[in-house]
């Protein structure tokens, strides 16, 4: 059964505050993915990683950043968070294959204040 | 032209009826297709996938796909009240190899 869970699920951190945010498959995928879903904006991809160490940028990346230090495990960072990142946050991981089924972990609903 | 529309609902249909949900993408390149089922609070979860044109049966769920007109759909027979959700459509890039999220249409089945 494919799994991809994530460190927390709800999160409530301060303005300025370091946030890692930690995702785990099980399934030997080389893709990983970070998005964020707020209401009206759809599912937007922050960063994408292809391989370890290795990594590109989505559509929003302003004020994140990632690490893939080994092949099961995507780390997200909020170096300074903000209010405006408040948001629902999804991992999610596929193979290489263009083919391949990609799965999402539970979320992480990540509240700044 | 936005990359995948979807009409965003929502769509209220009575317990047992057919759901169709529909989908249209612009990437011609594209060759797999995705629906995405997401309850409110909840994480997408993967429902149904297509490659080929025509229709793929899973349980209750179809999908139908036709690459020349763009557009794949979903349908749900004798939809009941769990069914409530929003689904997600979601074509492969044909030049990225990532997921076009479209923004969803939402689906509430009454009893």
């Known amino acids: 059964d494919v799994k991809v869970t994530q460190s927390s699920r709800y999160l409530v951190k301060r303005t300025g505050e370091k946030v890692f945010l930690e995702c785990v498959q099980d399934?030997?995928?080389?893709?990983m993915f970070w998005y964020r879903q707020d209401p009206g904006l759809g599912l937007r991809l922050i960063y994408f990683?292809?391989?370890?160490?290795?990594?590109e940028k989505g559509d929003i990346p302003e004020g994140y950043s990632v690490s893939r230090e080994k092949k099961e495990r995507f780390s997200l960072i909020l170096e300074s968070a903000s209010t405006n990142q408040t948001s629902m946050y999804l991992c999610?991981?596929?193979?290489?294959?263009?083919?391949?089924?990609?799965?999402f972990g539970p979320g992480t609903r990540l509240t700044v204040t | 032209q936005k990359e995948v529309e979807q009409n965003s609902g929502p769509l209220s249909v009575p317990e047992g009826a057919i759901a169709s949900l529909n989908c249209t993408y612009s990437?011609?390149?594209?060759?797999?297709f995705f629906w995405y089922r997401q309850y409110s609070g909840k994480s997408p979860e993967l429902i149904m996938s297509?490659?080929?044109?025509g229709d793929k049966e899973d349980g209750r769920f179809t999908a139908q796909l036709n690459k020349a007109s763009q557009y794949v759909s979903l349908l749900i027979r004798d939809s009941q009240p769990s069914d409530s959700a929003t689904y997600l459509c979601?074509?492969?890039?044909?030049?990225?190899?990532?997921?076009?999220f479209g923004q969803g249409t939402t689906l509430q089945v009454k009893p």
């Open positions: 999610a991981s596929t193979h290489l294959t263009g083919l391949d089924e990609q799965y």
């Open positions: 399934m030997d995928h080389e893709n």
């Open positions: 990683s292809y391989d370890v160490k290795m990594k």
């Open positions: 990437d011609r390149g594209s060759q797999s």
């Open positions: 297509i490659y080929s044109n």
């Open positions: 979601a074509p492969r890039s044909s030049n990225t190899g990532k997921l076009i």
